[in-house]
């Protein structure tokens, strides 16, 4: 088990950019695959990327390809989202999840979850 915990969000005009952080307590996230997902109030929870536990594998929805980037930082324990050119649909609580060497693109693959942070794109 993992606690991750996120950061960086808040409002942002639309076409700004916001960067997210999931940092993991107490533990190195270094062998777990990493994803963003975000729920829009009255949606379900949705996949927006991933990277693989060695960082060599990034995976986005379509939704945000070519406007959100994933990094990660094994040494520091941390896994960030660069968010540019946000969109007011792109409003929602987004999360961090961590699942122990490979993962996919459903909730259901992971079981390691952070608290959410609200991300708000006003147009």
Known sequence: ?????????????????????????????????????????????????????????????????????????NDKKKVSLQMNSLKPEDTAVYYCAAEFVGAGRNTGDYNNWGQGTQVTVSS
């Open 1 to 73: 088990q993992v606690q991750l915990v996120e950061s960086g969000g808040g409002l942002v005009q639309a076409g700004g950019s916001l960067r997210l952080s999931c940092a993991a307590s107490g533990r190195t996230l270094s062998s777990y695959a990493v994803a963003w997902f975000r729920q829009a109030p009255g949606k379900e929870r949705e996949f927006v990327g991933g990277i693989s536990w060695s960082g060599y594998s990034t995976y986005y929805a379509d939704s945000v390809k070519g406007r959100f980037t994933i990094s990660r930082d």
